[in-house]
């Protein structure tokens, strides 16, 4: 078997924002402030950059002093590269005696100012979307226990978030639950994980058996998704995890009010039903139990009685649970789920 | 625009069948030695291999002598790695002054005895499966041109083939075509392409878009396809090369007679129409205008006249063309895509 990818970081952690101004792409920030805020000392931007995590803003001087071990690359832009205008703040990082992390595509290893001033200082440059060496292809074949998939009509919606919430509860209720985390700031939070869309297409379906291995009948894994299967960029990757997951059960995530694919402006998002559909045309393949088992939405756009009233009738619409597990909690999807 | 992969190979060459008994694992072999037999010297097999592509058998030093230039590895196991009981005879054939090219997973450079006896002997390890540096994510916008896509219902049984014989007969007929390869053996044929089950997940459909760009209104990119969308393996790559294809048109490849999927043998094969609803489902957000122009079978298992007889049967069920490239040629479907 596969070991897989485990993460160790040094707290407490200096998040970085780059210059980002869209809060949907600090969304690894975001997660690590809101799951490990314990950890968390404080946020710190380039010029230009108005993302707030309602971290303490520190300059690299004073985190240094305060202690801080690890910077952690919190923002991300698309095709996940670390742009030039980076490079001195996290030589700087690194000469101030901390640690980097990050999960984006581009590797920190490979850029050469920072190896050079890792390997004068002692301090390491931590790349968390490197996948385990040797993955296998995909077999398909059936593993005991329980898994739960989320699934989205786009990226950057609440999957992760989501899949999150469920584990907590569950595990609140004395239920046996592990997190299986895909993503960088879902590895960042658990301390493993695979970094699936930097795996070889391949070994996709067989990186995601890897990290969700048999277990006890009555165990669940619950799998953080990624992408969307109707992604014009990355369905490749929705596709491969979810043959792989063979999940029982799944959970829709999905924006209220998003109709276009982010950043991909001339695709409608796909709808609800359009989403179960795929999934269960895909999913029944190696798991013929798959279903639909309620419908997560990130209200924050609405007022919180347009919300509410929003996901009263999507209820009524879809015949199933409808949760926002940031707004509302996750619970009356967990109780969903185990009376099932 | 990220510069397409090419490959240069010195000919003539020597095709290397390691101890392979199942001619469809020595499908890169018979590939070249098909489609560039003006190029193929000889043929070479460890003890135990039986597969026979009709080449020549020679010694390496018999073709040493001869003059050969290259030897391929013309055979892949699941996985694709590269044995250990092969590393003495290609050690040999760079001592005997040949090159090495390969399209397997594992990569030549990696292996270190190779990388000495190449440094040593000044002879090439050709690594054609390594995609290009920098591949964008996918955008999913329209480009110009046409394309057709070989899809299937599984790995092995007539997609590079079929796309082939299409582009060989539009160019017979005058019309403006390009092979696309996306596989070892079809870049190792054609000299070009991209290898697009070894990108990484995030930049499949980018991969795709980079491999069939923008072109002449009337010139035909008519692309290799990979794996199947039901395939518990392979569907992340299939999907994804869909997605960033935008094909006008795709056909359908089977193999008349078989049951299960090769190599998993507890899934069985998804029909035709299944195919057909998911490529449909799938292809028509990044192109509307997608359609089934025509099946394309591999009959090699049955009779003459009991392949003929399944032929017109399908024909009937579906009301599309139906082809066997191998045995009866392409030409009615290239009829019906031309009369488009």
Not at 8 to 13: F, H, N, S
Request: contains cysteine; charged residues 20%; glycine residues 12%.
């Amino acid at each position: 078997m596969t070991e897989l990818k485990t993460v160790e970081l040094k707290a407490p952690y200096l998040i970085f924002l780059g210059d980002e101004t869209v809060p949907a792409y600090a969304k690894t920030g975001a997660g690590i402030a809101h799951w490990r805020p314990e950890l968390c000392m404080g946020q710190i931007s380039l010029a230009g950059g108005t993302v707030d995590l309602g971290l303490e803003k520190l300059s690299l001087q004073q985190a240094s002093e305060k202690g801080a071990k690890t910077l952690i690359i919190g923002t991300s832009v698309v095709g996940g590269g670390i742009p030039d205008s980076w490079i001195e703040l996290l030589s700087q990082a690194l000469e101030q005696g901390m640690d980097i992390a990050a999960g984006v595509h581009t590797k920190l290893n490979d850029i050469e100012k920072l190896k050079v001033v890792s390997e004068k200082t002692g301090q390491r440059l931590i790349d968390v979307r490197t996948p385990p060496m040797n993955l296998p292809v995909g077999t398909g074949k059936k593993r005991s226990g329980k898994r739960l998939l989320t699934v989205g009509t786009d990226c950057a919606l609440g999957k992760k978030y989501t899949a999150l919430a469920i584990d907590q509860g569950l595990r609140a209720r004395g239920i046996d639950s592990t997190f299986r985390a895909t993503g960088q700031t879902g590895i960042l939070i658990s301390g493993s994980g695979m970094p699936i869309d930097a795996v070889v297409a391949d070994f996709v379906s067989g990186a995601a058996e890897v990290l969700s291995p048999e277990n006890d009948d009555n165990h669940w894994d619950v799998i953080e998704g990624q992408g969307s299967l109707h992604h014009p960029g990355f369905a490749a990757v929705s596709t491969g995890l979810l043959m792989g997951s063979q999940p029982d059960a799944f959970v829709v995530c999905t924006e209220l009010g998003r109709e276009t694919i982010k950043g991909w402006p001339d695709f409608k998002l796909p709808s609800i039903q359009a989403v179960i559909d795929r999934t269960v045309d895909i999913g029944k393949s190696v798991n013929t139990d798959i279903h639909c088992v309620g419908i997560s939405v990130n209200s924050s756009s609405l007022e919180e009685l347009e919300a509410q009233e929003q996901m009263q009738k999507l209820e009524k619409q879809y015949g199933l649970v409808v949760i926002d597990p940031i707004r509302f909690g996750a619970e009356r999807l967990i109780e969903k789920l185990v009376a099932n």
